[in-house]
């Protein structure tokens, strides 16, 4: 099923991309989303069963995709995937650093090591990305980056690692995109509030049932989507996104600014690629309440 993105059909057909969690989540819906849009895609994980399923499911529609595995905690698989994909597709003109995440607990049980492991995935490993394509591509000849982290500009009660290192990956795209401007590099970092999705299916369910009740905190009266964040993604990458350069667009429906925890029904629309999203029971209600209450029609 072809992918229905707000964008102009072949925006991307010279482009090669790499998304980094490309095999789940939001990483498939920008998957999916470039591609339609006539771009190659390249997606990247630890999982190869993920990969080659979300690849077939690309291939079914019509799209260039190809795989490679990798942790992008371990800079020699990073290298190794990198020149795969230059010698294999030519050129890497577009890198989504989409994978990342975290586990939930007080600060005070976070251990050592616990607290390493995830400063280790998300601010680390998309340094190290970032890194290995400068000098496998980029530096020479230009490209466009789009790393996602989290709404964490207040910090996040119960993942302080993971909040901490989000707010390192909005430093560093600033410092990159000072340094790599020259060299036609554009970065930029999209911080999302709570989407429904795969992500939030791998926690905990007391977890879960915490993201769903709280719902209403946020000012548009619900939760995003992974096609949200995709297309706010796709737009980043795009040339039309041409002089923003170093920012980090904060999607979370407002949620940073709301004071107050009322009650409220979304009157907000839905927009959802289309796509089929990866959730359960608890979210699917909260998917399905959304889609009645802002009529979409998809
Ligand atoms: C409530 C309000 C929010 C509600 C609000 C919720 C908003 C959420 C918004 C964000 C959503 C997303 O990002 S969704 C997408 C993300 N997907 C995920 O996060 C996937 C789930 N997470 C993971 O796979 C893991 O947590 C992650 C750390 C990232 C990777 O695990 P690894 O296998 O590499 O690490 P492990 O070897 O298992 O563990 C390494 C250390 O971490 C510790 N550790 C691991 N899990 C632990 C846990 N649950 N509690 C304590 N400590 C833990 C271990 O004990 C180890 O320390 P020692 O014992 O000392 O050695
Ligand atoms: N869903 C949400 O509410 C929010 C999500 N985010 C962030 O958005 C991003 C995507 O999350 P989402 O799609 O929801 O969740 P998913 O869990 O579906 O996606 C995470 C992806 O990252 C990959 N990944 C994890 N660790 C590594 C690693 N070491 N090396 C390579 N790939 C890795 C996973 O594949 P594999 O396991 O095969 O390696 C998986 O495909 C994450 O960074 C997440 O933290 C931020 C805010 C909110």
């Known amino acids: 099923?072809?992918?229905?993105?707000?964008?102009?059909?072949?925006?991307?057909?010279?482009?090669?991309?790499?998304?980094?969690?490309?095999?789940?989540?939001?990483?498939?819906?920008?998957?999916?989303?470039?591609?339609?849009?006539?771009?190659?895609?390249?997606?990247?994980?630890?999982?190869?069963?993920?990969?080659?399923?979300?690849?077939?499911?690309?291939?079914?529609?019509?799209?260039?995709?190809?795989?490679?595995?990798?942790?992008?905690?371990?800079?020699?698989?990073?290298?190794?995937?990198?020149?795969?994909?230059?010698?294999?597709?030519?050129?890497?003109?577009?890198?989504?650093n989409n994978a990342g995440g975290q586990f939930a607990a007080p600060a005070s049980e976070i251990s050592p090591n616990g607290w390493k492991t995830v400063i280790d995935l998300n601010l680390n490993g998309t340094w190290m990305m970032c890194w290995a394509a400068y000098h496998a591509w980029m530096g020479e000849h230009g490209g466009r980056i789009v790393n996602i982290t989290a709404a964490a500009r207040n910090g996040i009660p119960f993942m302080a690692h993971t909040a901490a290192a989000r707010a390192g990956i909005m430093n560093l795209t600033k410092t990159l995109c000072v340094e790599w401007a020259p060299h036609g590099i554009r970065i930029n970092s999209l911080a999302p509030g709570t989407i429904v999705g795969s992500g939030m299916t791998r926690y905990p369910i007391s977890v879960q049932q915490t993201a769903a009740d709280n719902h209403w905190m946020n000012p548009s009266g619900r939760y995003g989507t992974e096609a949200e964040v995709s297309s706010a993604v796709v737009y980043l990458l795009s040339p039309g996104a041409a002089y923003i350069n170093g920012i980090t667009v904060r999607m979370d429906g407002g949620r940073d600014l709301s004071k107050t925890s009322f009650q409220r029904e979304s009157k907000i629309p839905i927009y959802d690629g289309g796509l089929s999203v990866e959730t359960n029971e608890l979210f699917m209600k909260l998917w399905g309440d959304y889609k009645q209450i802002g009529k979409s029609k998809l």
């Open 1 to 96: 099923m072809a992918y229905k993105s707000i964008f102009k059909p072949g925006l991307f057909k010279d482009d090669v991309a790499l998304v980094t969690g490309g095999g789940t989540g939001i990483g498939r819906c920008i998957a999916h989303e470039l591609a339609s849009l006539g771009a190659t895609v390249i997606i990247a994980g630890r999982k190869i069963e993920k990969l080659q399923s979300t690849a077939q499911e690309m291939r079914n529609a019509g799209y260039k995709v190809d795989i490679t595995q990798l942790d992008i905690r371990n800079l020699d698989e990073i290298k190794k995937s990198l020149n795969y994909i230059i010698s294999k597709h030519g050129k890497l003109t577009c890198l989504v």
